[in-house]
């Protein structure tokens, strides 16, 4: 079987590295990206499994990422966790509504992650 | 703390509570013991153990025990338990209880979690039901019953969309909606203490991972009294790998349903 992919979307290097070695616990092949847009590209070339978006980035953001993800052919398919600092609960409705299969508000561990990995079927 | 100590706690906890405090948890019981010194007006975990040894006092021995049971838990812990609830337990029981509400413990209940994960799995497929949810410390219970949990504690189990239908945002805490709390009565029990005999029996029983942290000479007894409070059609849920083994022959687990277990042919025998 091929390895499940994760692509982990954080402009903080530090969370995605955090980030990593709890998607790679959880066996999946992890390639990150620092914004939006790089996300985009990555995705326009290979569609992977799951995306861990971060909400706020510069040059593109999380949801405008999400938006133009689901637009692409084949962009339904990966599961989309948000994994943000943002925890009103408008908002979290909001990215909901645009797409995301799961909300993940920070700070996080383990734990509460592949919580979220079970709920949305990713493993 | 002394290993006299130690050595007495775990007495205190097993003679109290029929829990086994192993020797692997001294730094932990060290630690949550701190707090509790603090709270009491004692300037160090062996001065509050000193005055317990000297004078039992009921509330301060409560306060210890309860720091020492262990609270964790979280939504939806062993999700297949909670596939199997809503999507064979309670469709069928309300079948056959014909608009009755279906009578539900939540036996060891900690902080709750289990408790509105059995009351959502109820509302959504329209299941009317009444959650009875005890537990051994007040402060777990205290909790519950304020049904608020932090950023931390809702996400863990729980989907962001569940999160959102079921549970108000107030500043940092995630708060049981008022139709969820509707459906529980959270009480302090000991499972330990024999029930009253003329209370009504329950359909469904929830002791999920409390067994395991019990004395295995008392696990018989606890097991024997689930079994007189559980209606004969009734099902026991365990937690995900807790087996009932050679404590008691009133349960049989049942294939293929993790944590399921029902009345045994004997125990049915001889209620017949």
């Not at chain 2, 097991?223 to 404590?247: H, K, N, T």
Request: charged fraction near 25%.
């Amino acid at each position: 079987m091929t390895p499940r992919t994760c692509l982990i979307v954080d402009d903080s290097r530090i969370i995605r590295k955090v980030a990593r070695r709890i998607v790679e616990g959880l066996k999946f092949e992890v390639d990150e990206a620092a914004d939006g847009s790089e996300a985009l590209t990555f995705c326009a070339a290979v569609m992977p499994d799951v995306v861990l978006l971060d909400w706020s980035m510069p040059v593109m953001d999380g949801l405008t990422f999400l938006r133009r993800l689901r637009a692409l052919p084949g962009g339904d398919r990966p599961k989309v966790l948000f994994c943000t600092i943002e925890t009103r609960a408008e908002r979290i409705a909001e990215a909901l509504s645009a797409g995301a299969d799961d909300y993940v508000m920070k700070p996080f561990d383990g734990e509460i992650l592949s919580s979220k990995f079970a709920e949305v079927g990713a493993v | 703390m002394s290993p006299e100590d130690f050595d007495r706690l775990q007495s205190l906890m097993a003679t109290r509570a029929g829990y086994r405090l192993t020797r692997d948890r001294m730094k932990l019981a060290e630690h949550r013991l701190g707090p509790v010194a603090r709270r009491e007006g004692f300037e160090t975990v062996e001065a509050m153990l000193a005055a317990l040894w000297a004078r039992p006092v009921a509330s301060l021995g409560w306060a210890v025990i309860e720091a020492l049971l262990n609270p964790d838990t979280w939504f939806r812990r062993d999700r297949g338990t909670f596939d199997t609830l809503s999507g064979e337990l309670l469709p069928a029981l309300v079948r056959a209880r014909a608009g009755k509400p279906i009578r539900i413990w939540s036996a060891g209940c900690s902080t709750g979690q289990e408790v509105w994960s059995i009351g959502m799995a109820a509302l959504e497929i329209g299941a009317a039901v009444e959650i009875v949810a005890t537990d051994l410390s007040q402060r777990a219970l205290e909790k519950a019953r304020t049904g608020a949990y932090t950023g931390f504690e809702i996400q863990r189990g729980l989907k962001a969309q569940t999160m959102l239908r079921w549970f108000d945002q107030a500043e940092d805490a995630w708060i049981a909606r008022a139709e969820l709390r509707a459906l529980a009565h959270f009480t302090r029990a000991n499972l330990l203490t024999p029930p009253t005999a003329d209370e009504p029996r329950f359909d469904l029983i929830f002791c999920r991972h409390v067994l395991d942290d019990m004395d295995a000479g008392v696990r018989g007894q606890v097991l024997d009294q689930l079994e007189r409070r559980l209606v004969d059609d009734g099902c026991l849920f365990l937690g995900a790998g807790e087996r009932i083994g050679a404590d008691s022959l009133a349960f049989r687990p049942v294939s293929g349903r993790q944590g399921l277990f029902v009345k045994s042919p004997t125990v049915l025998k001889r209620a017949a």
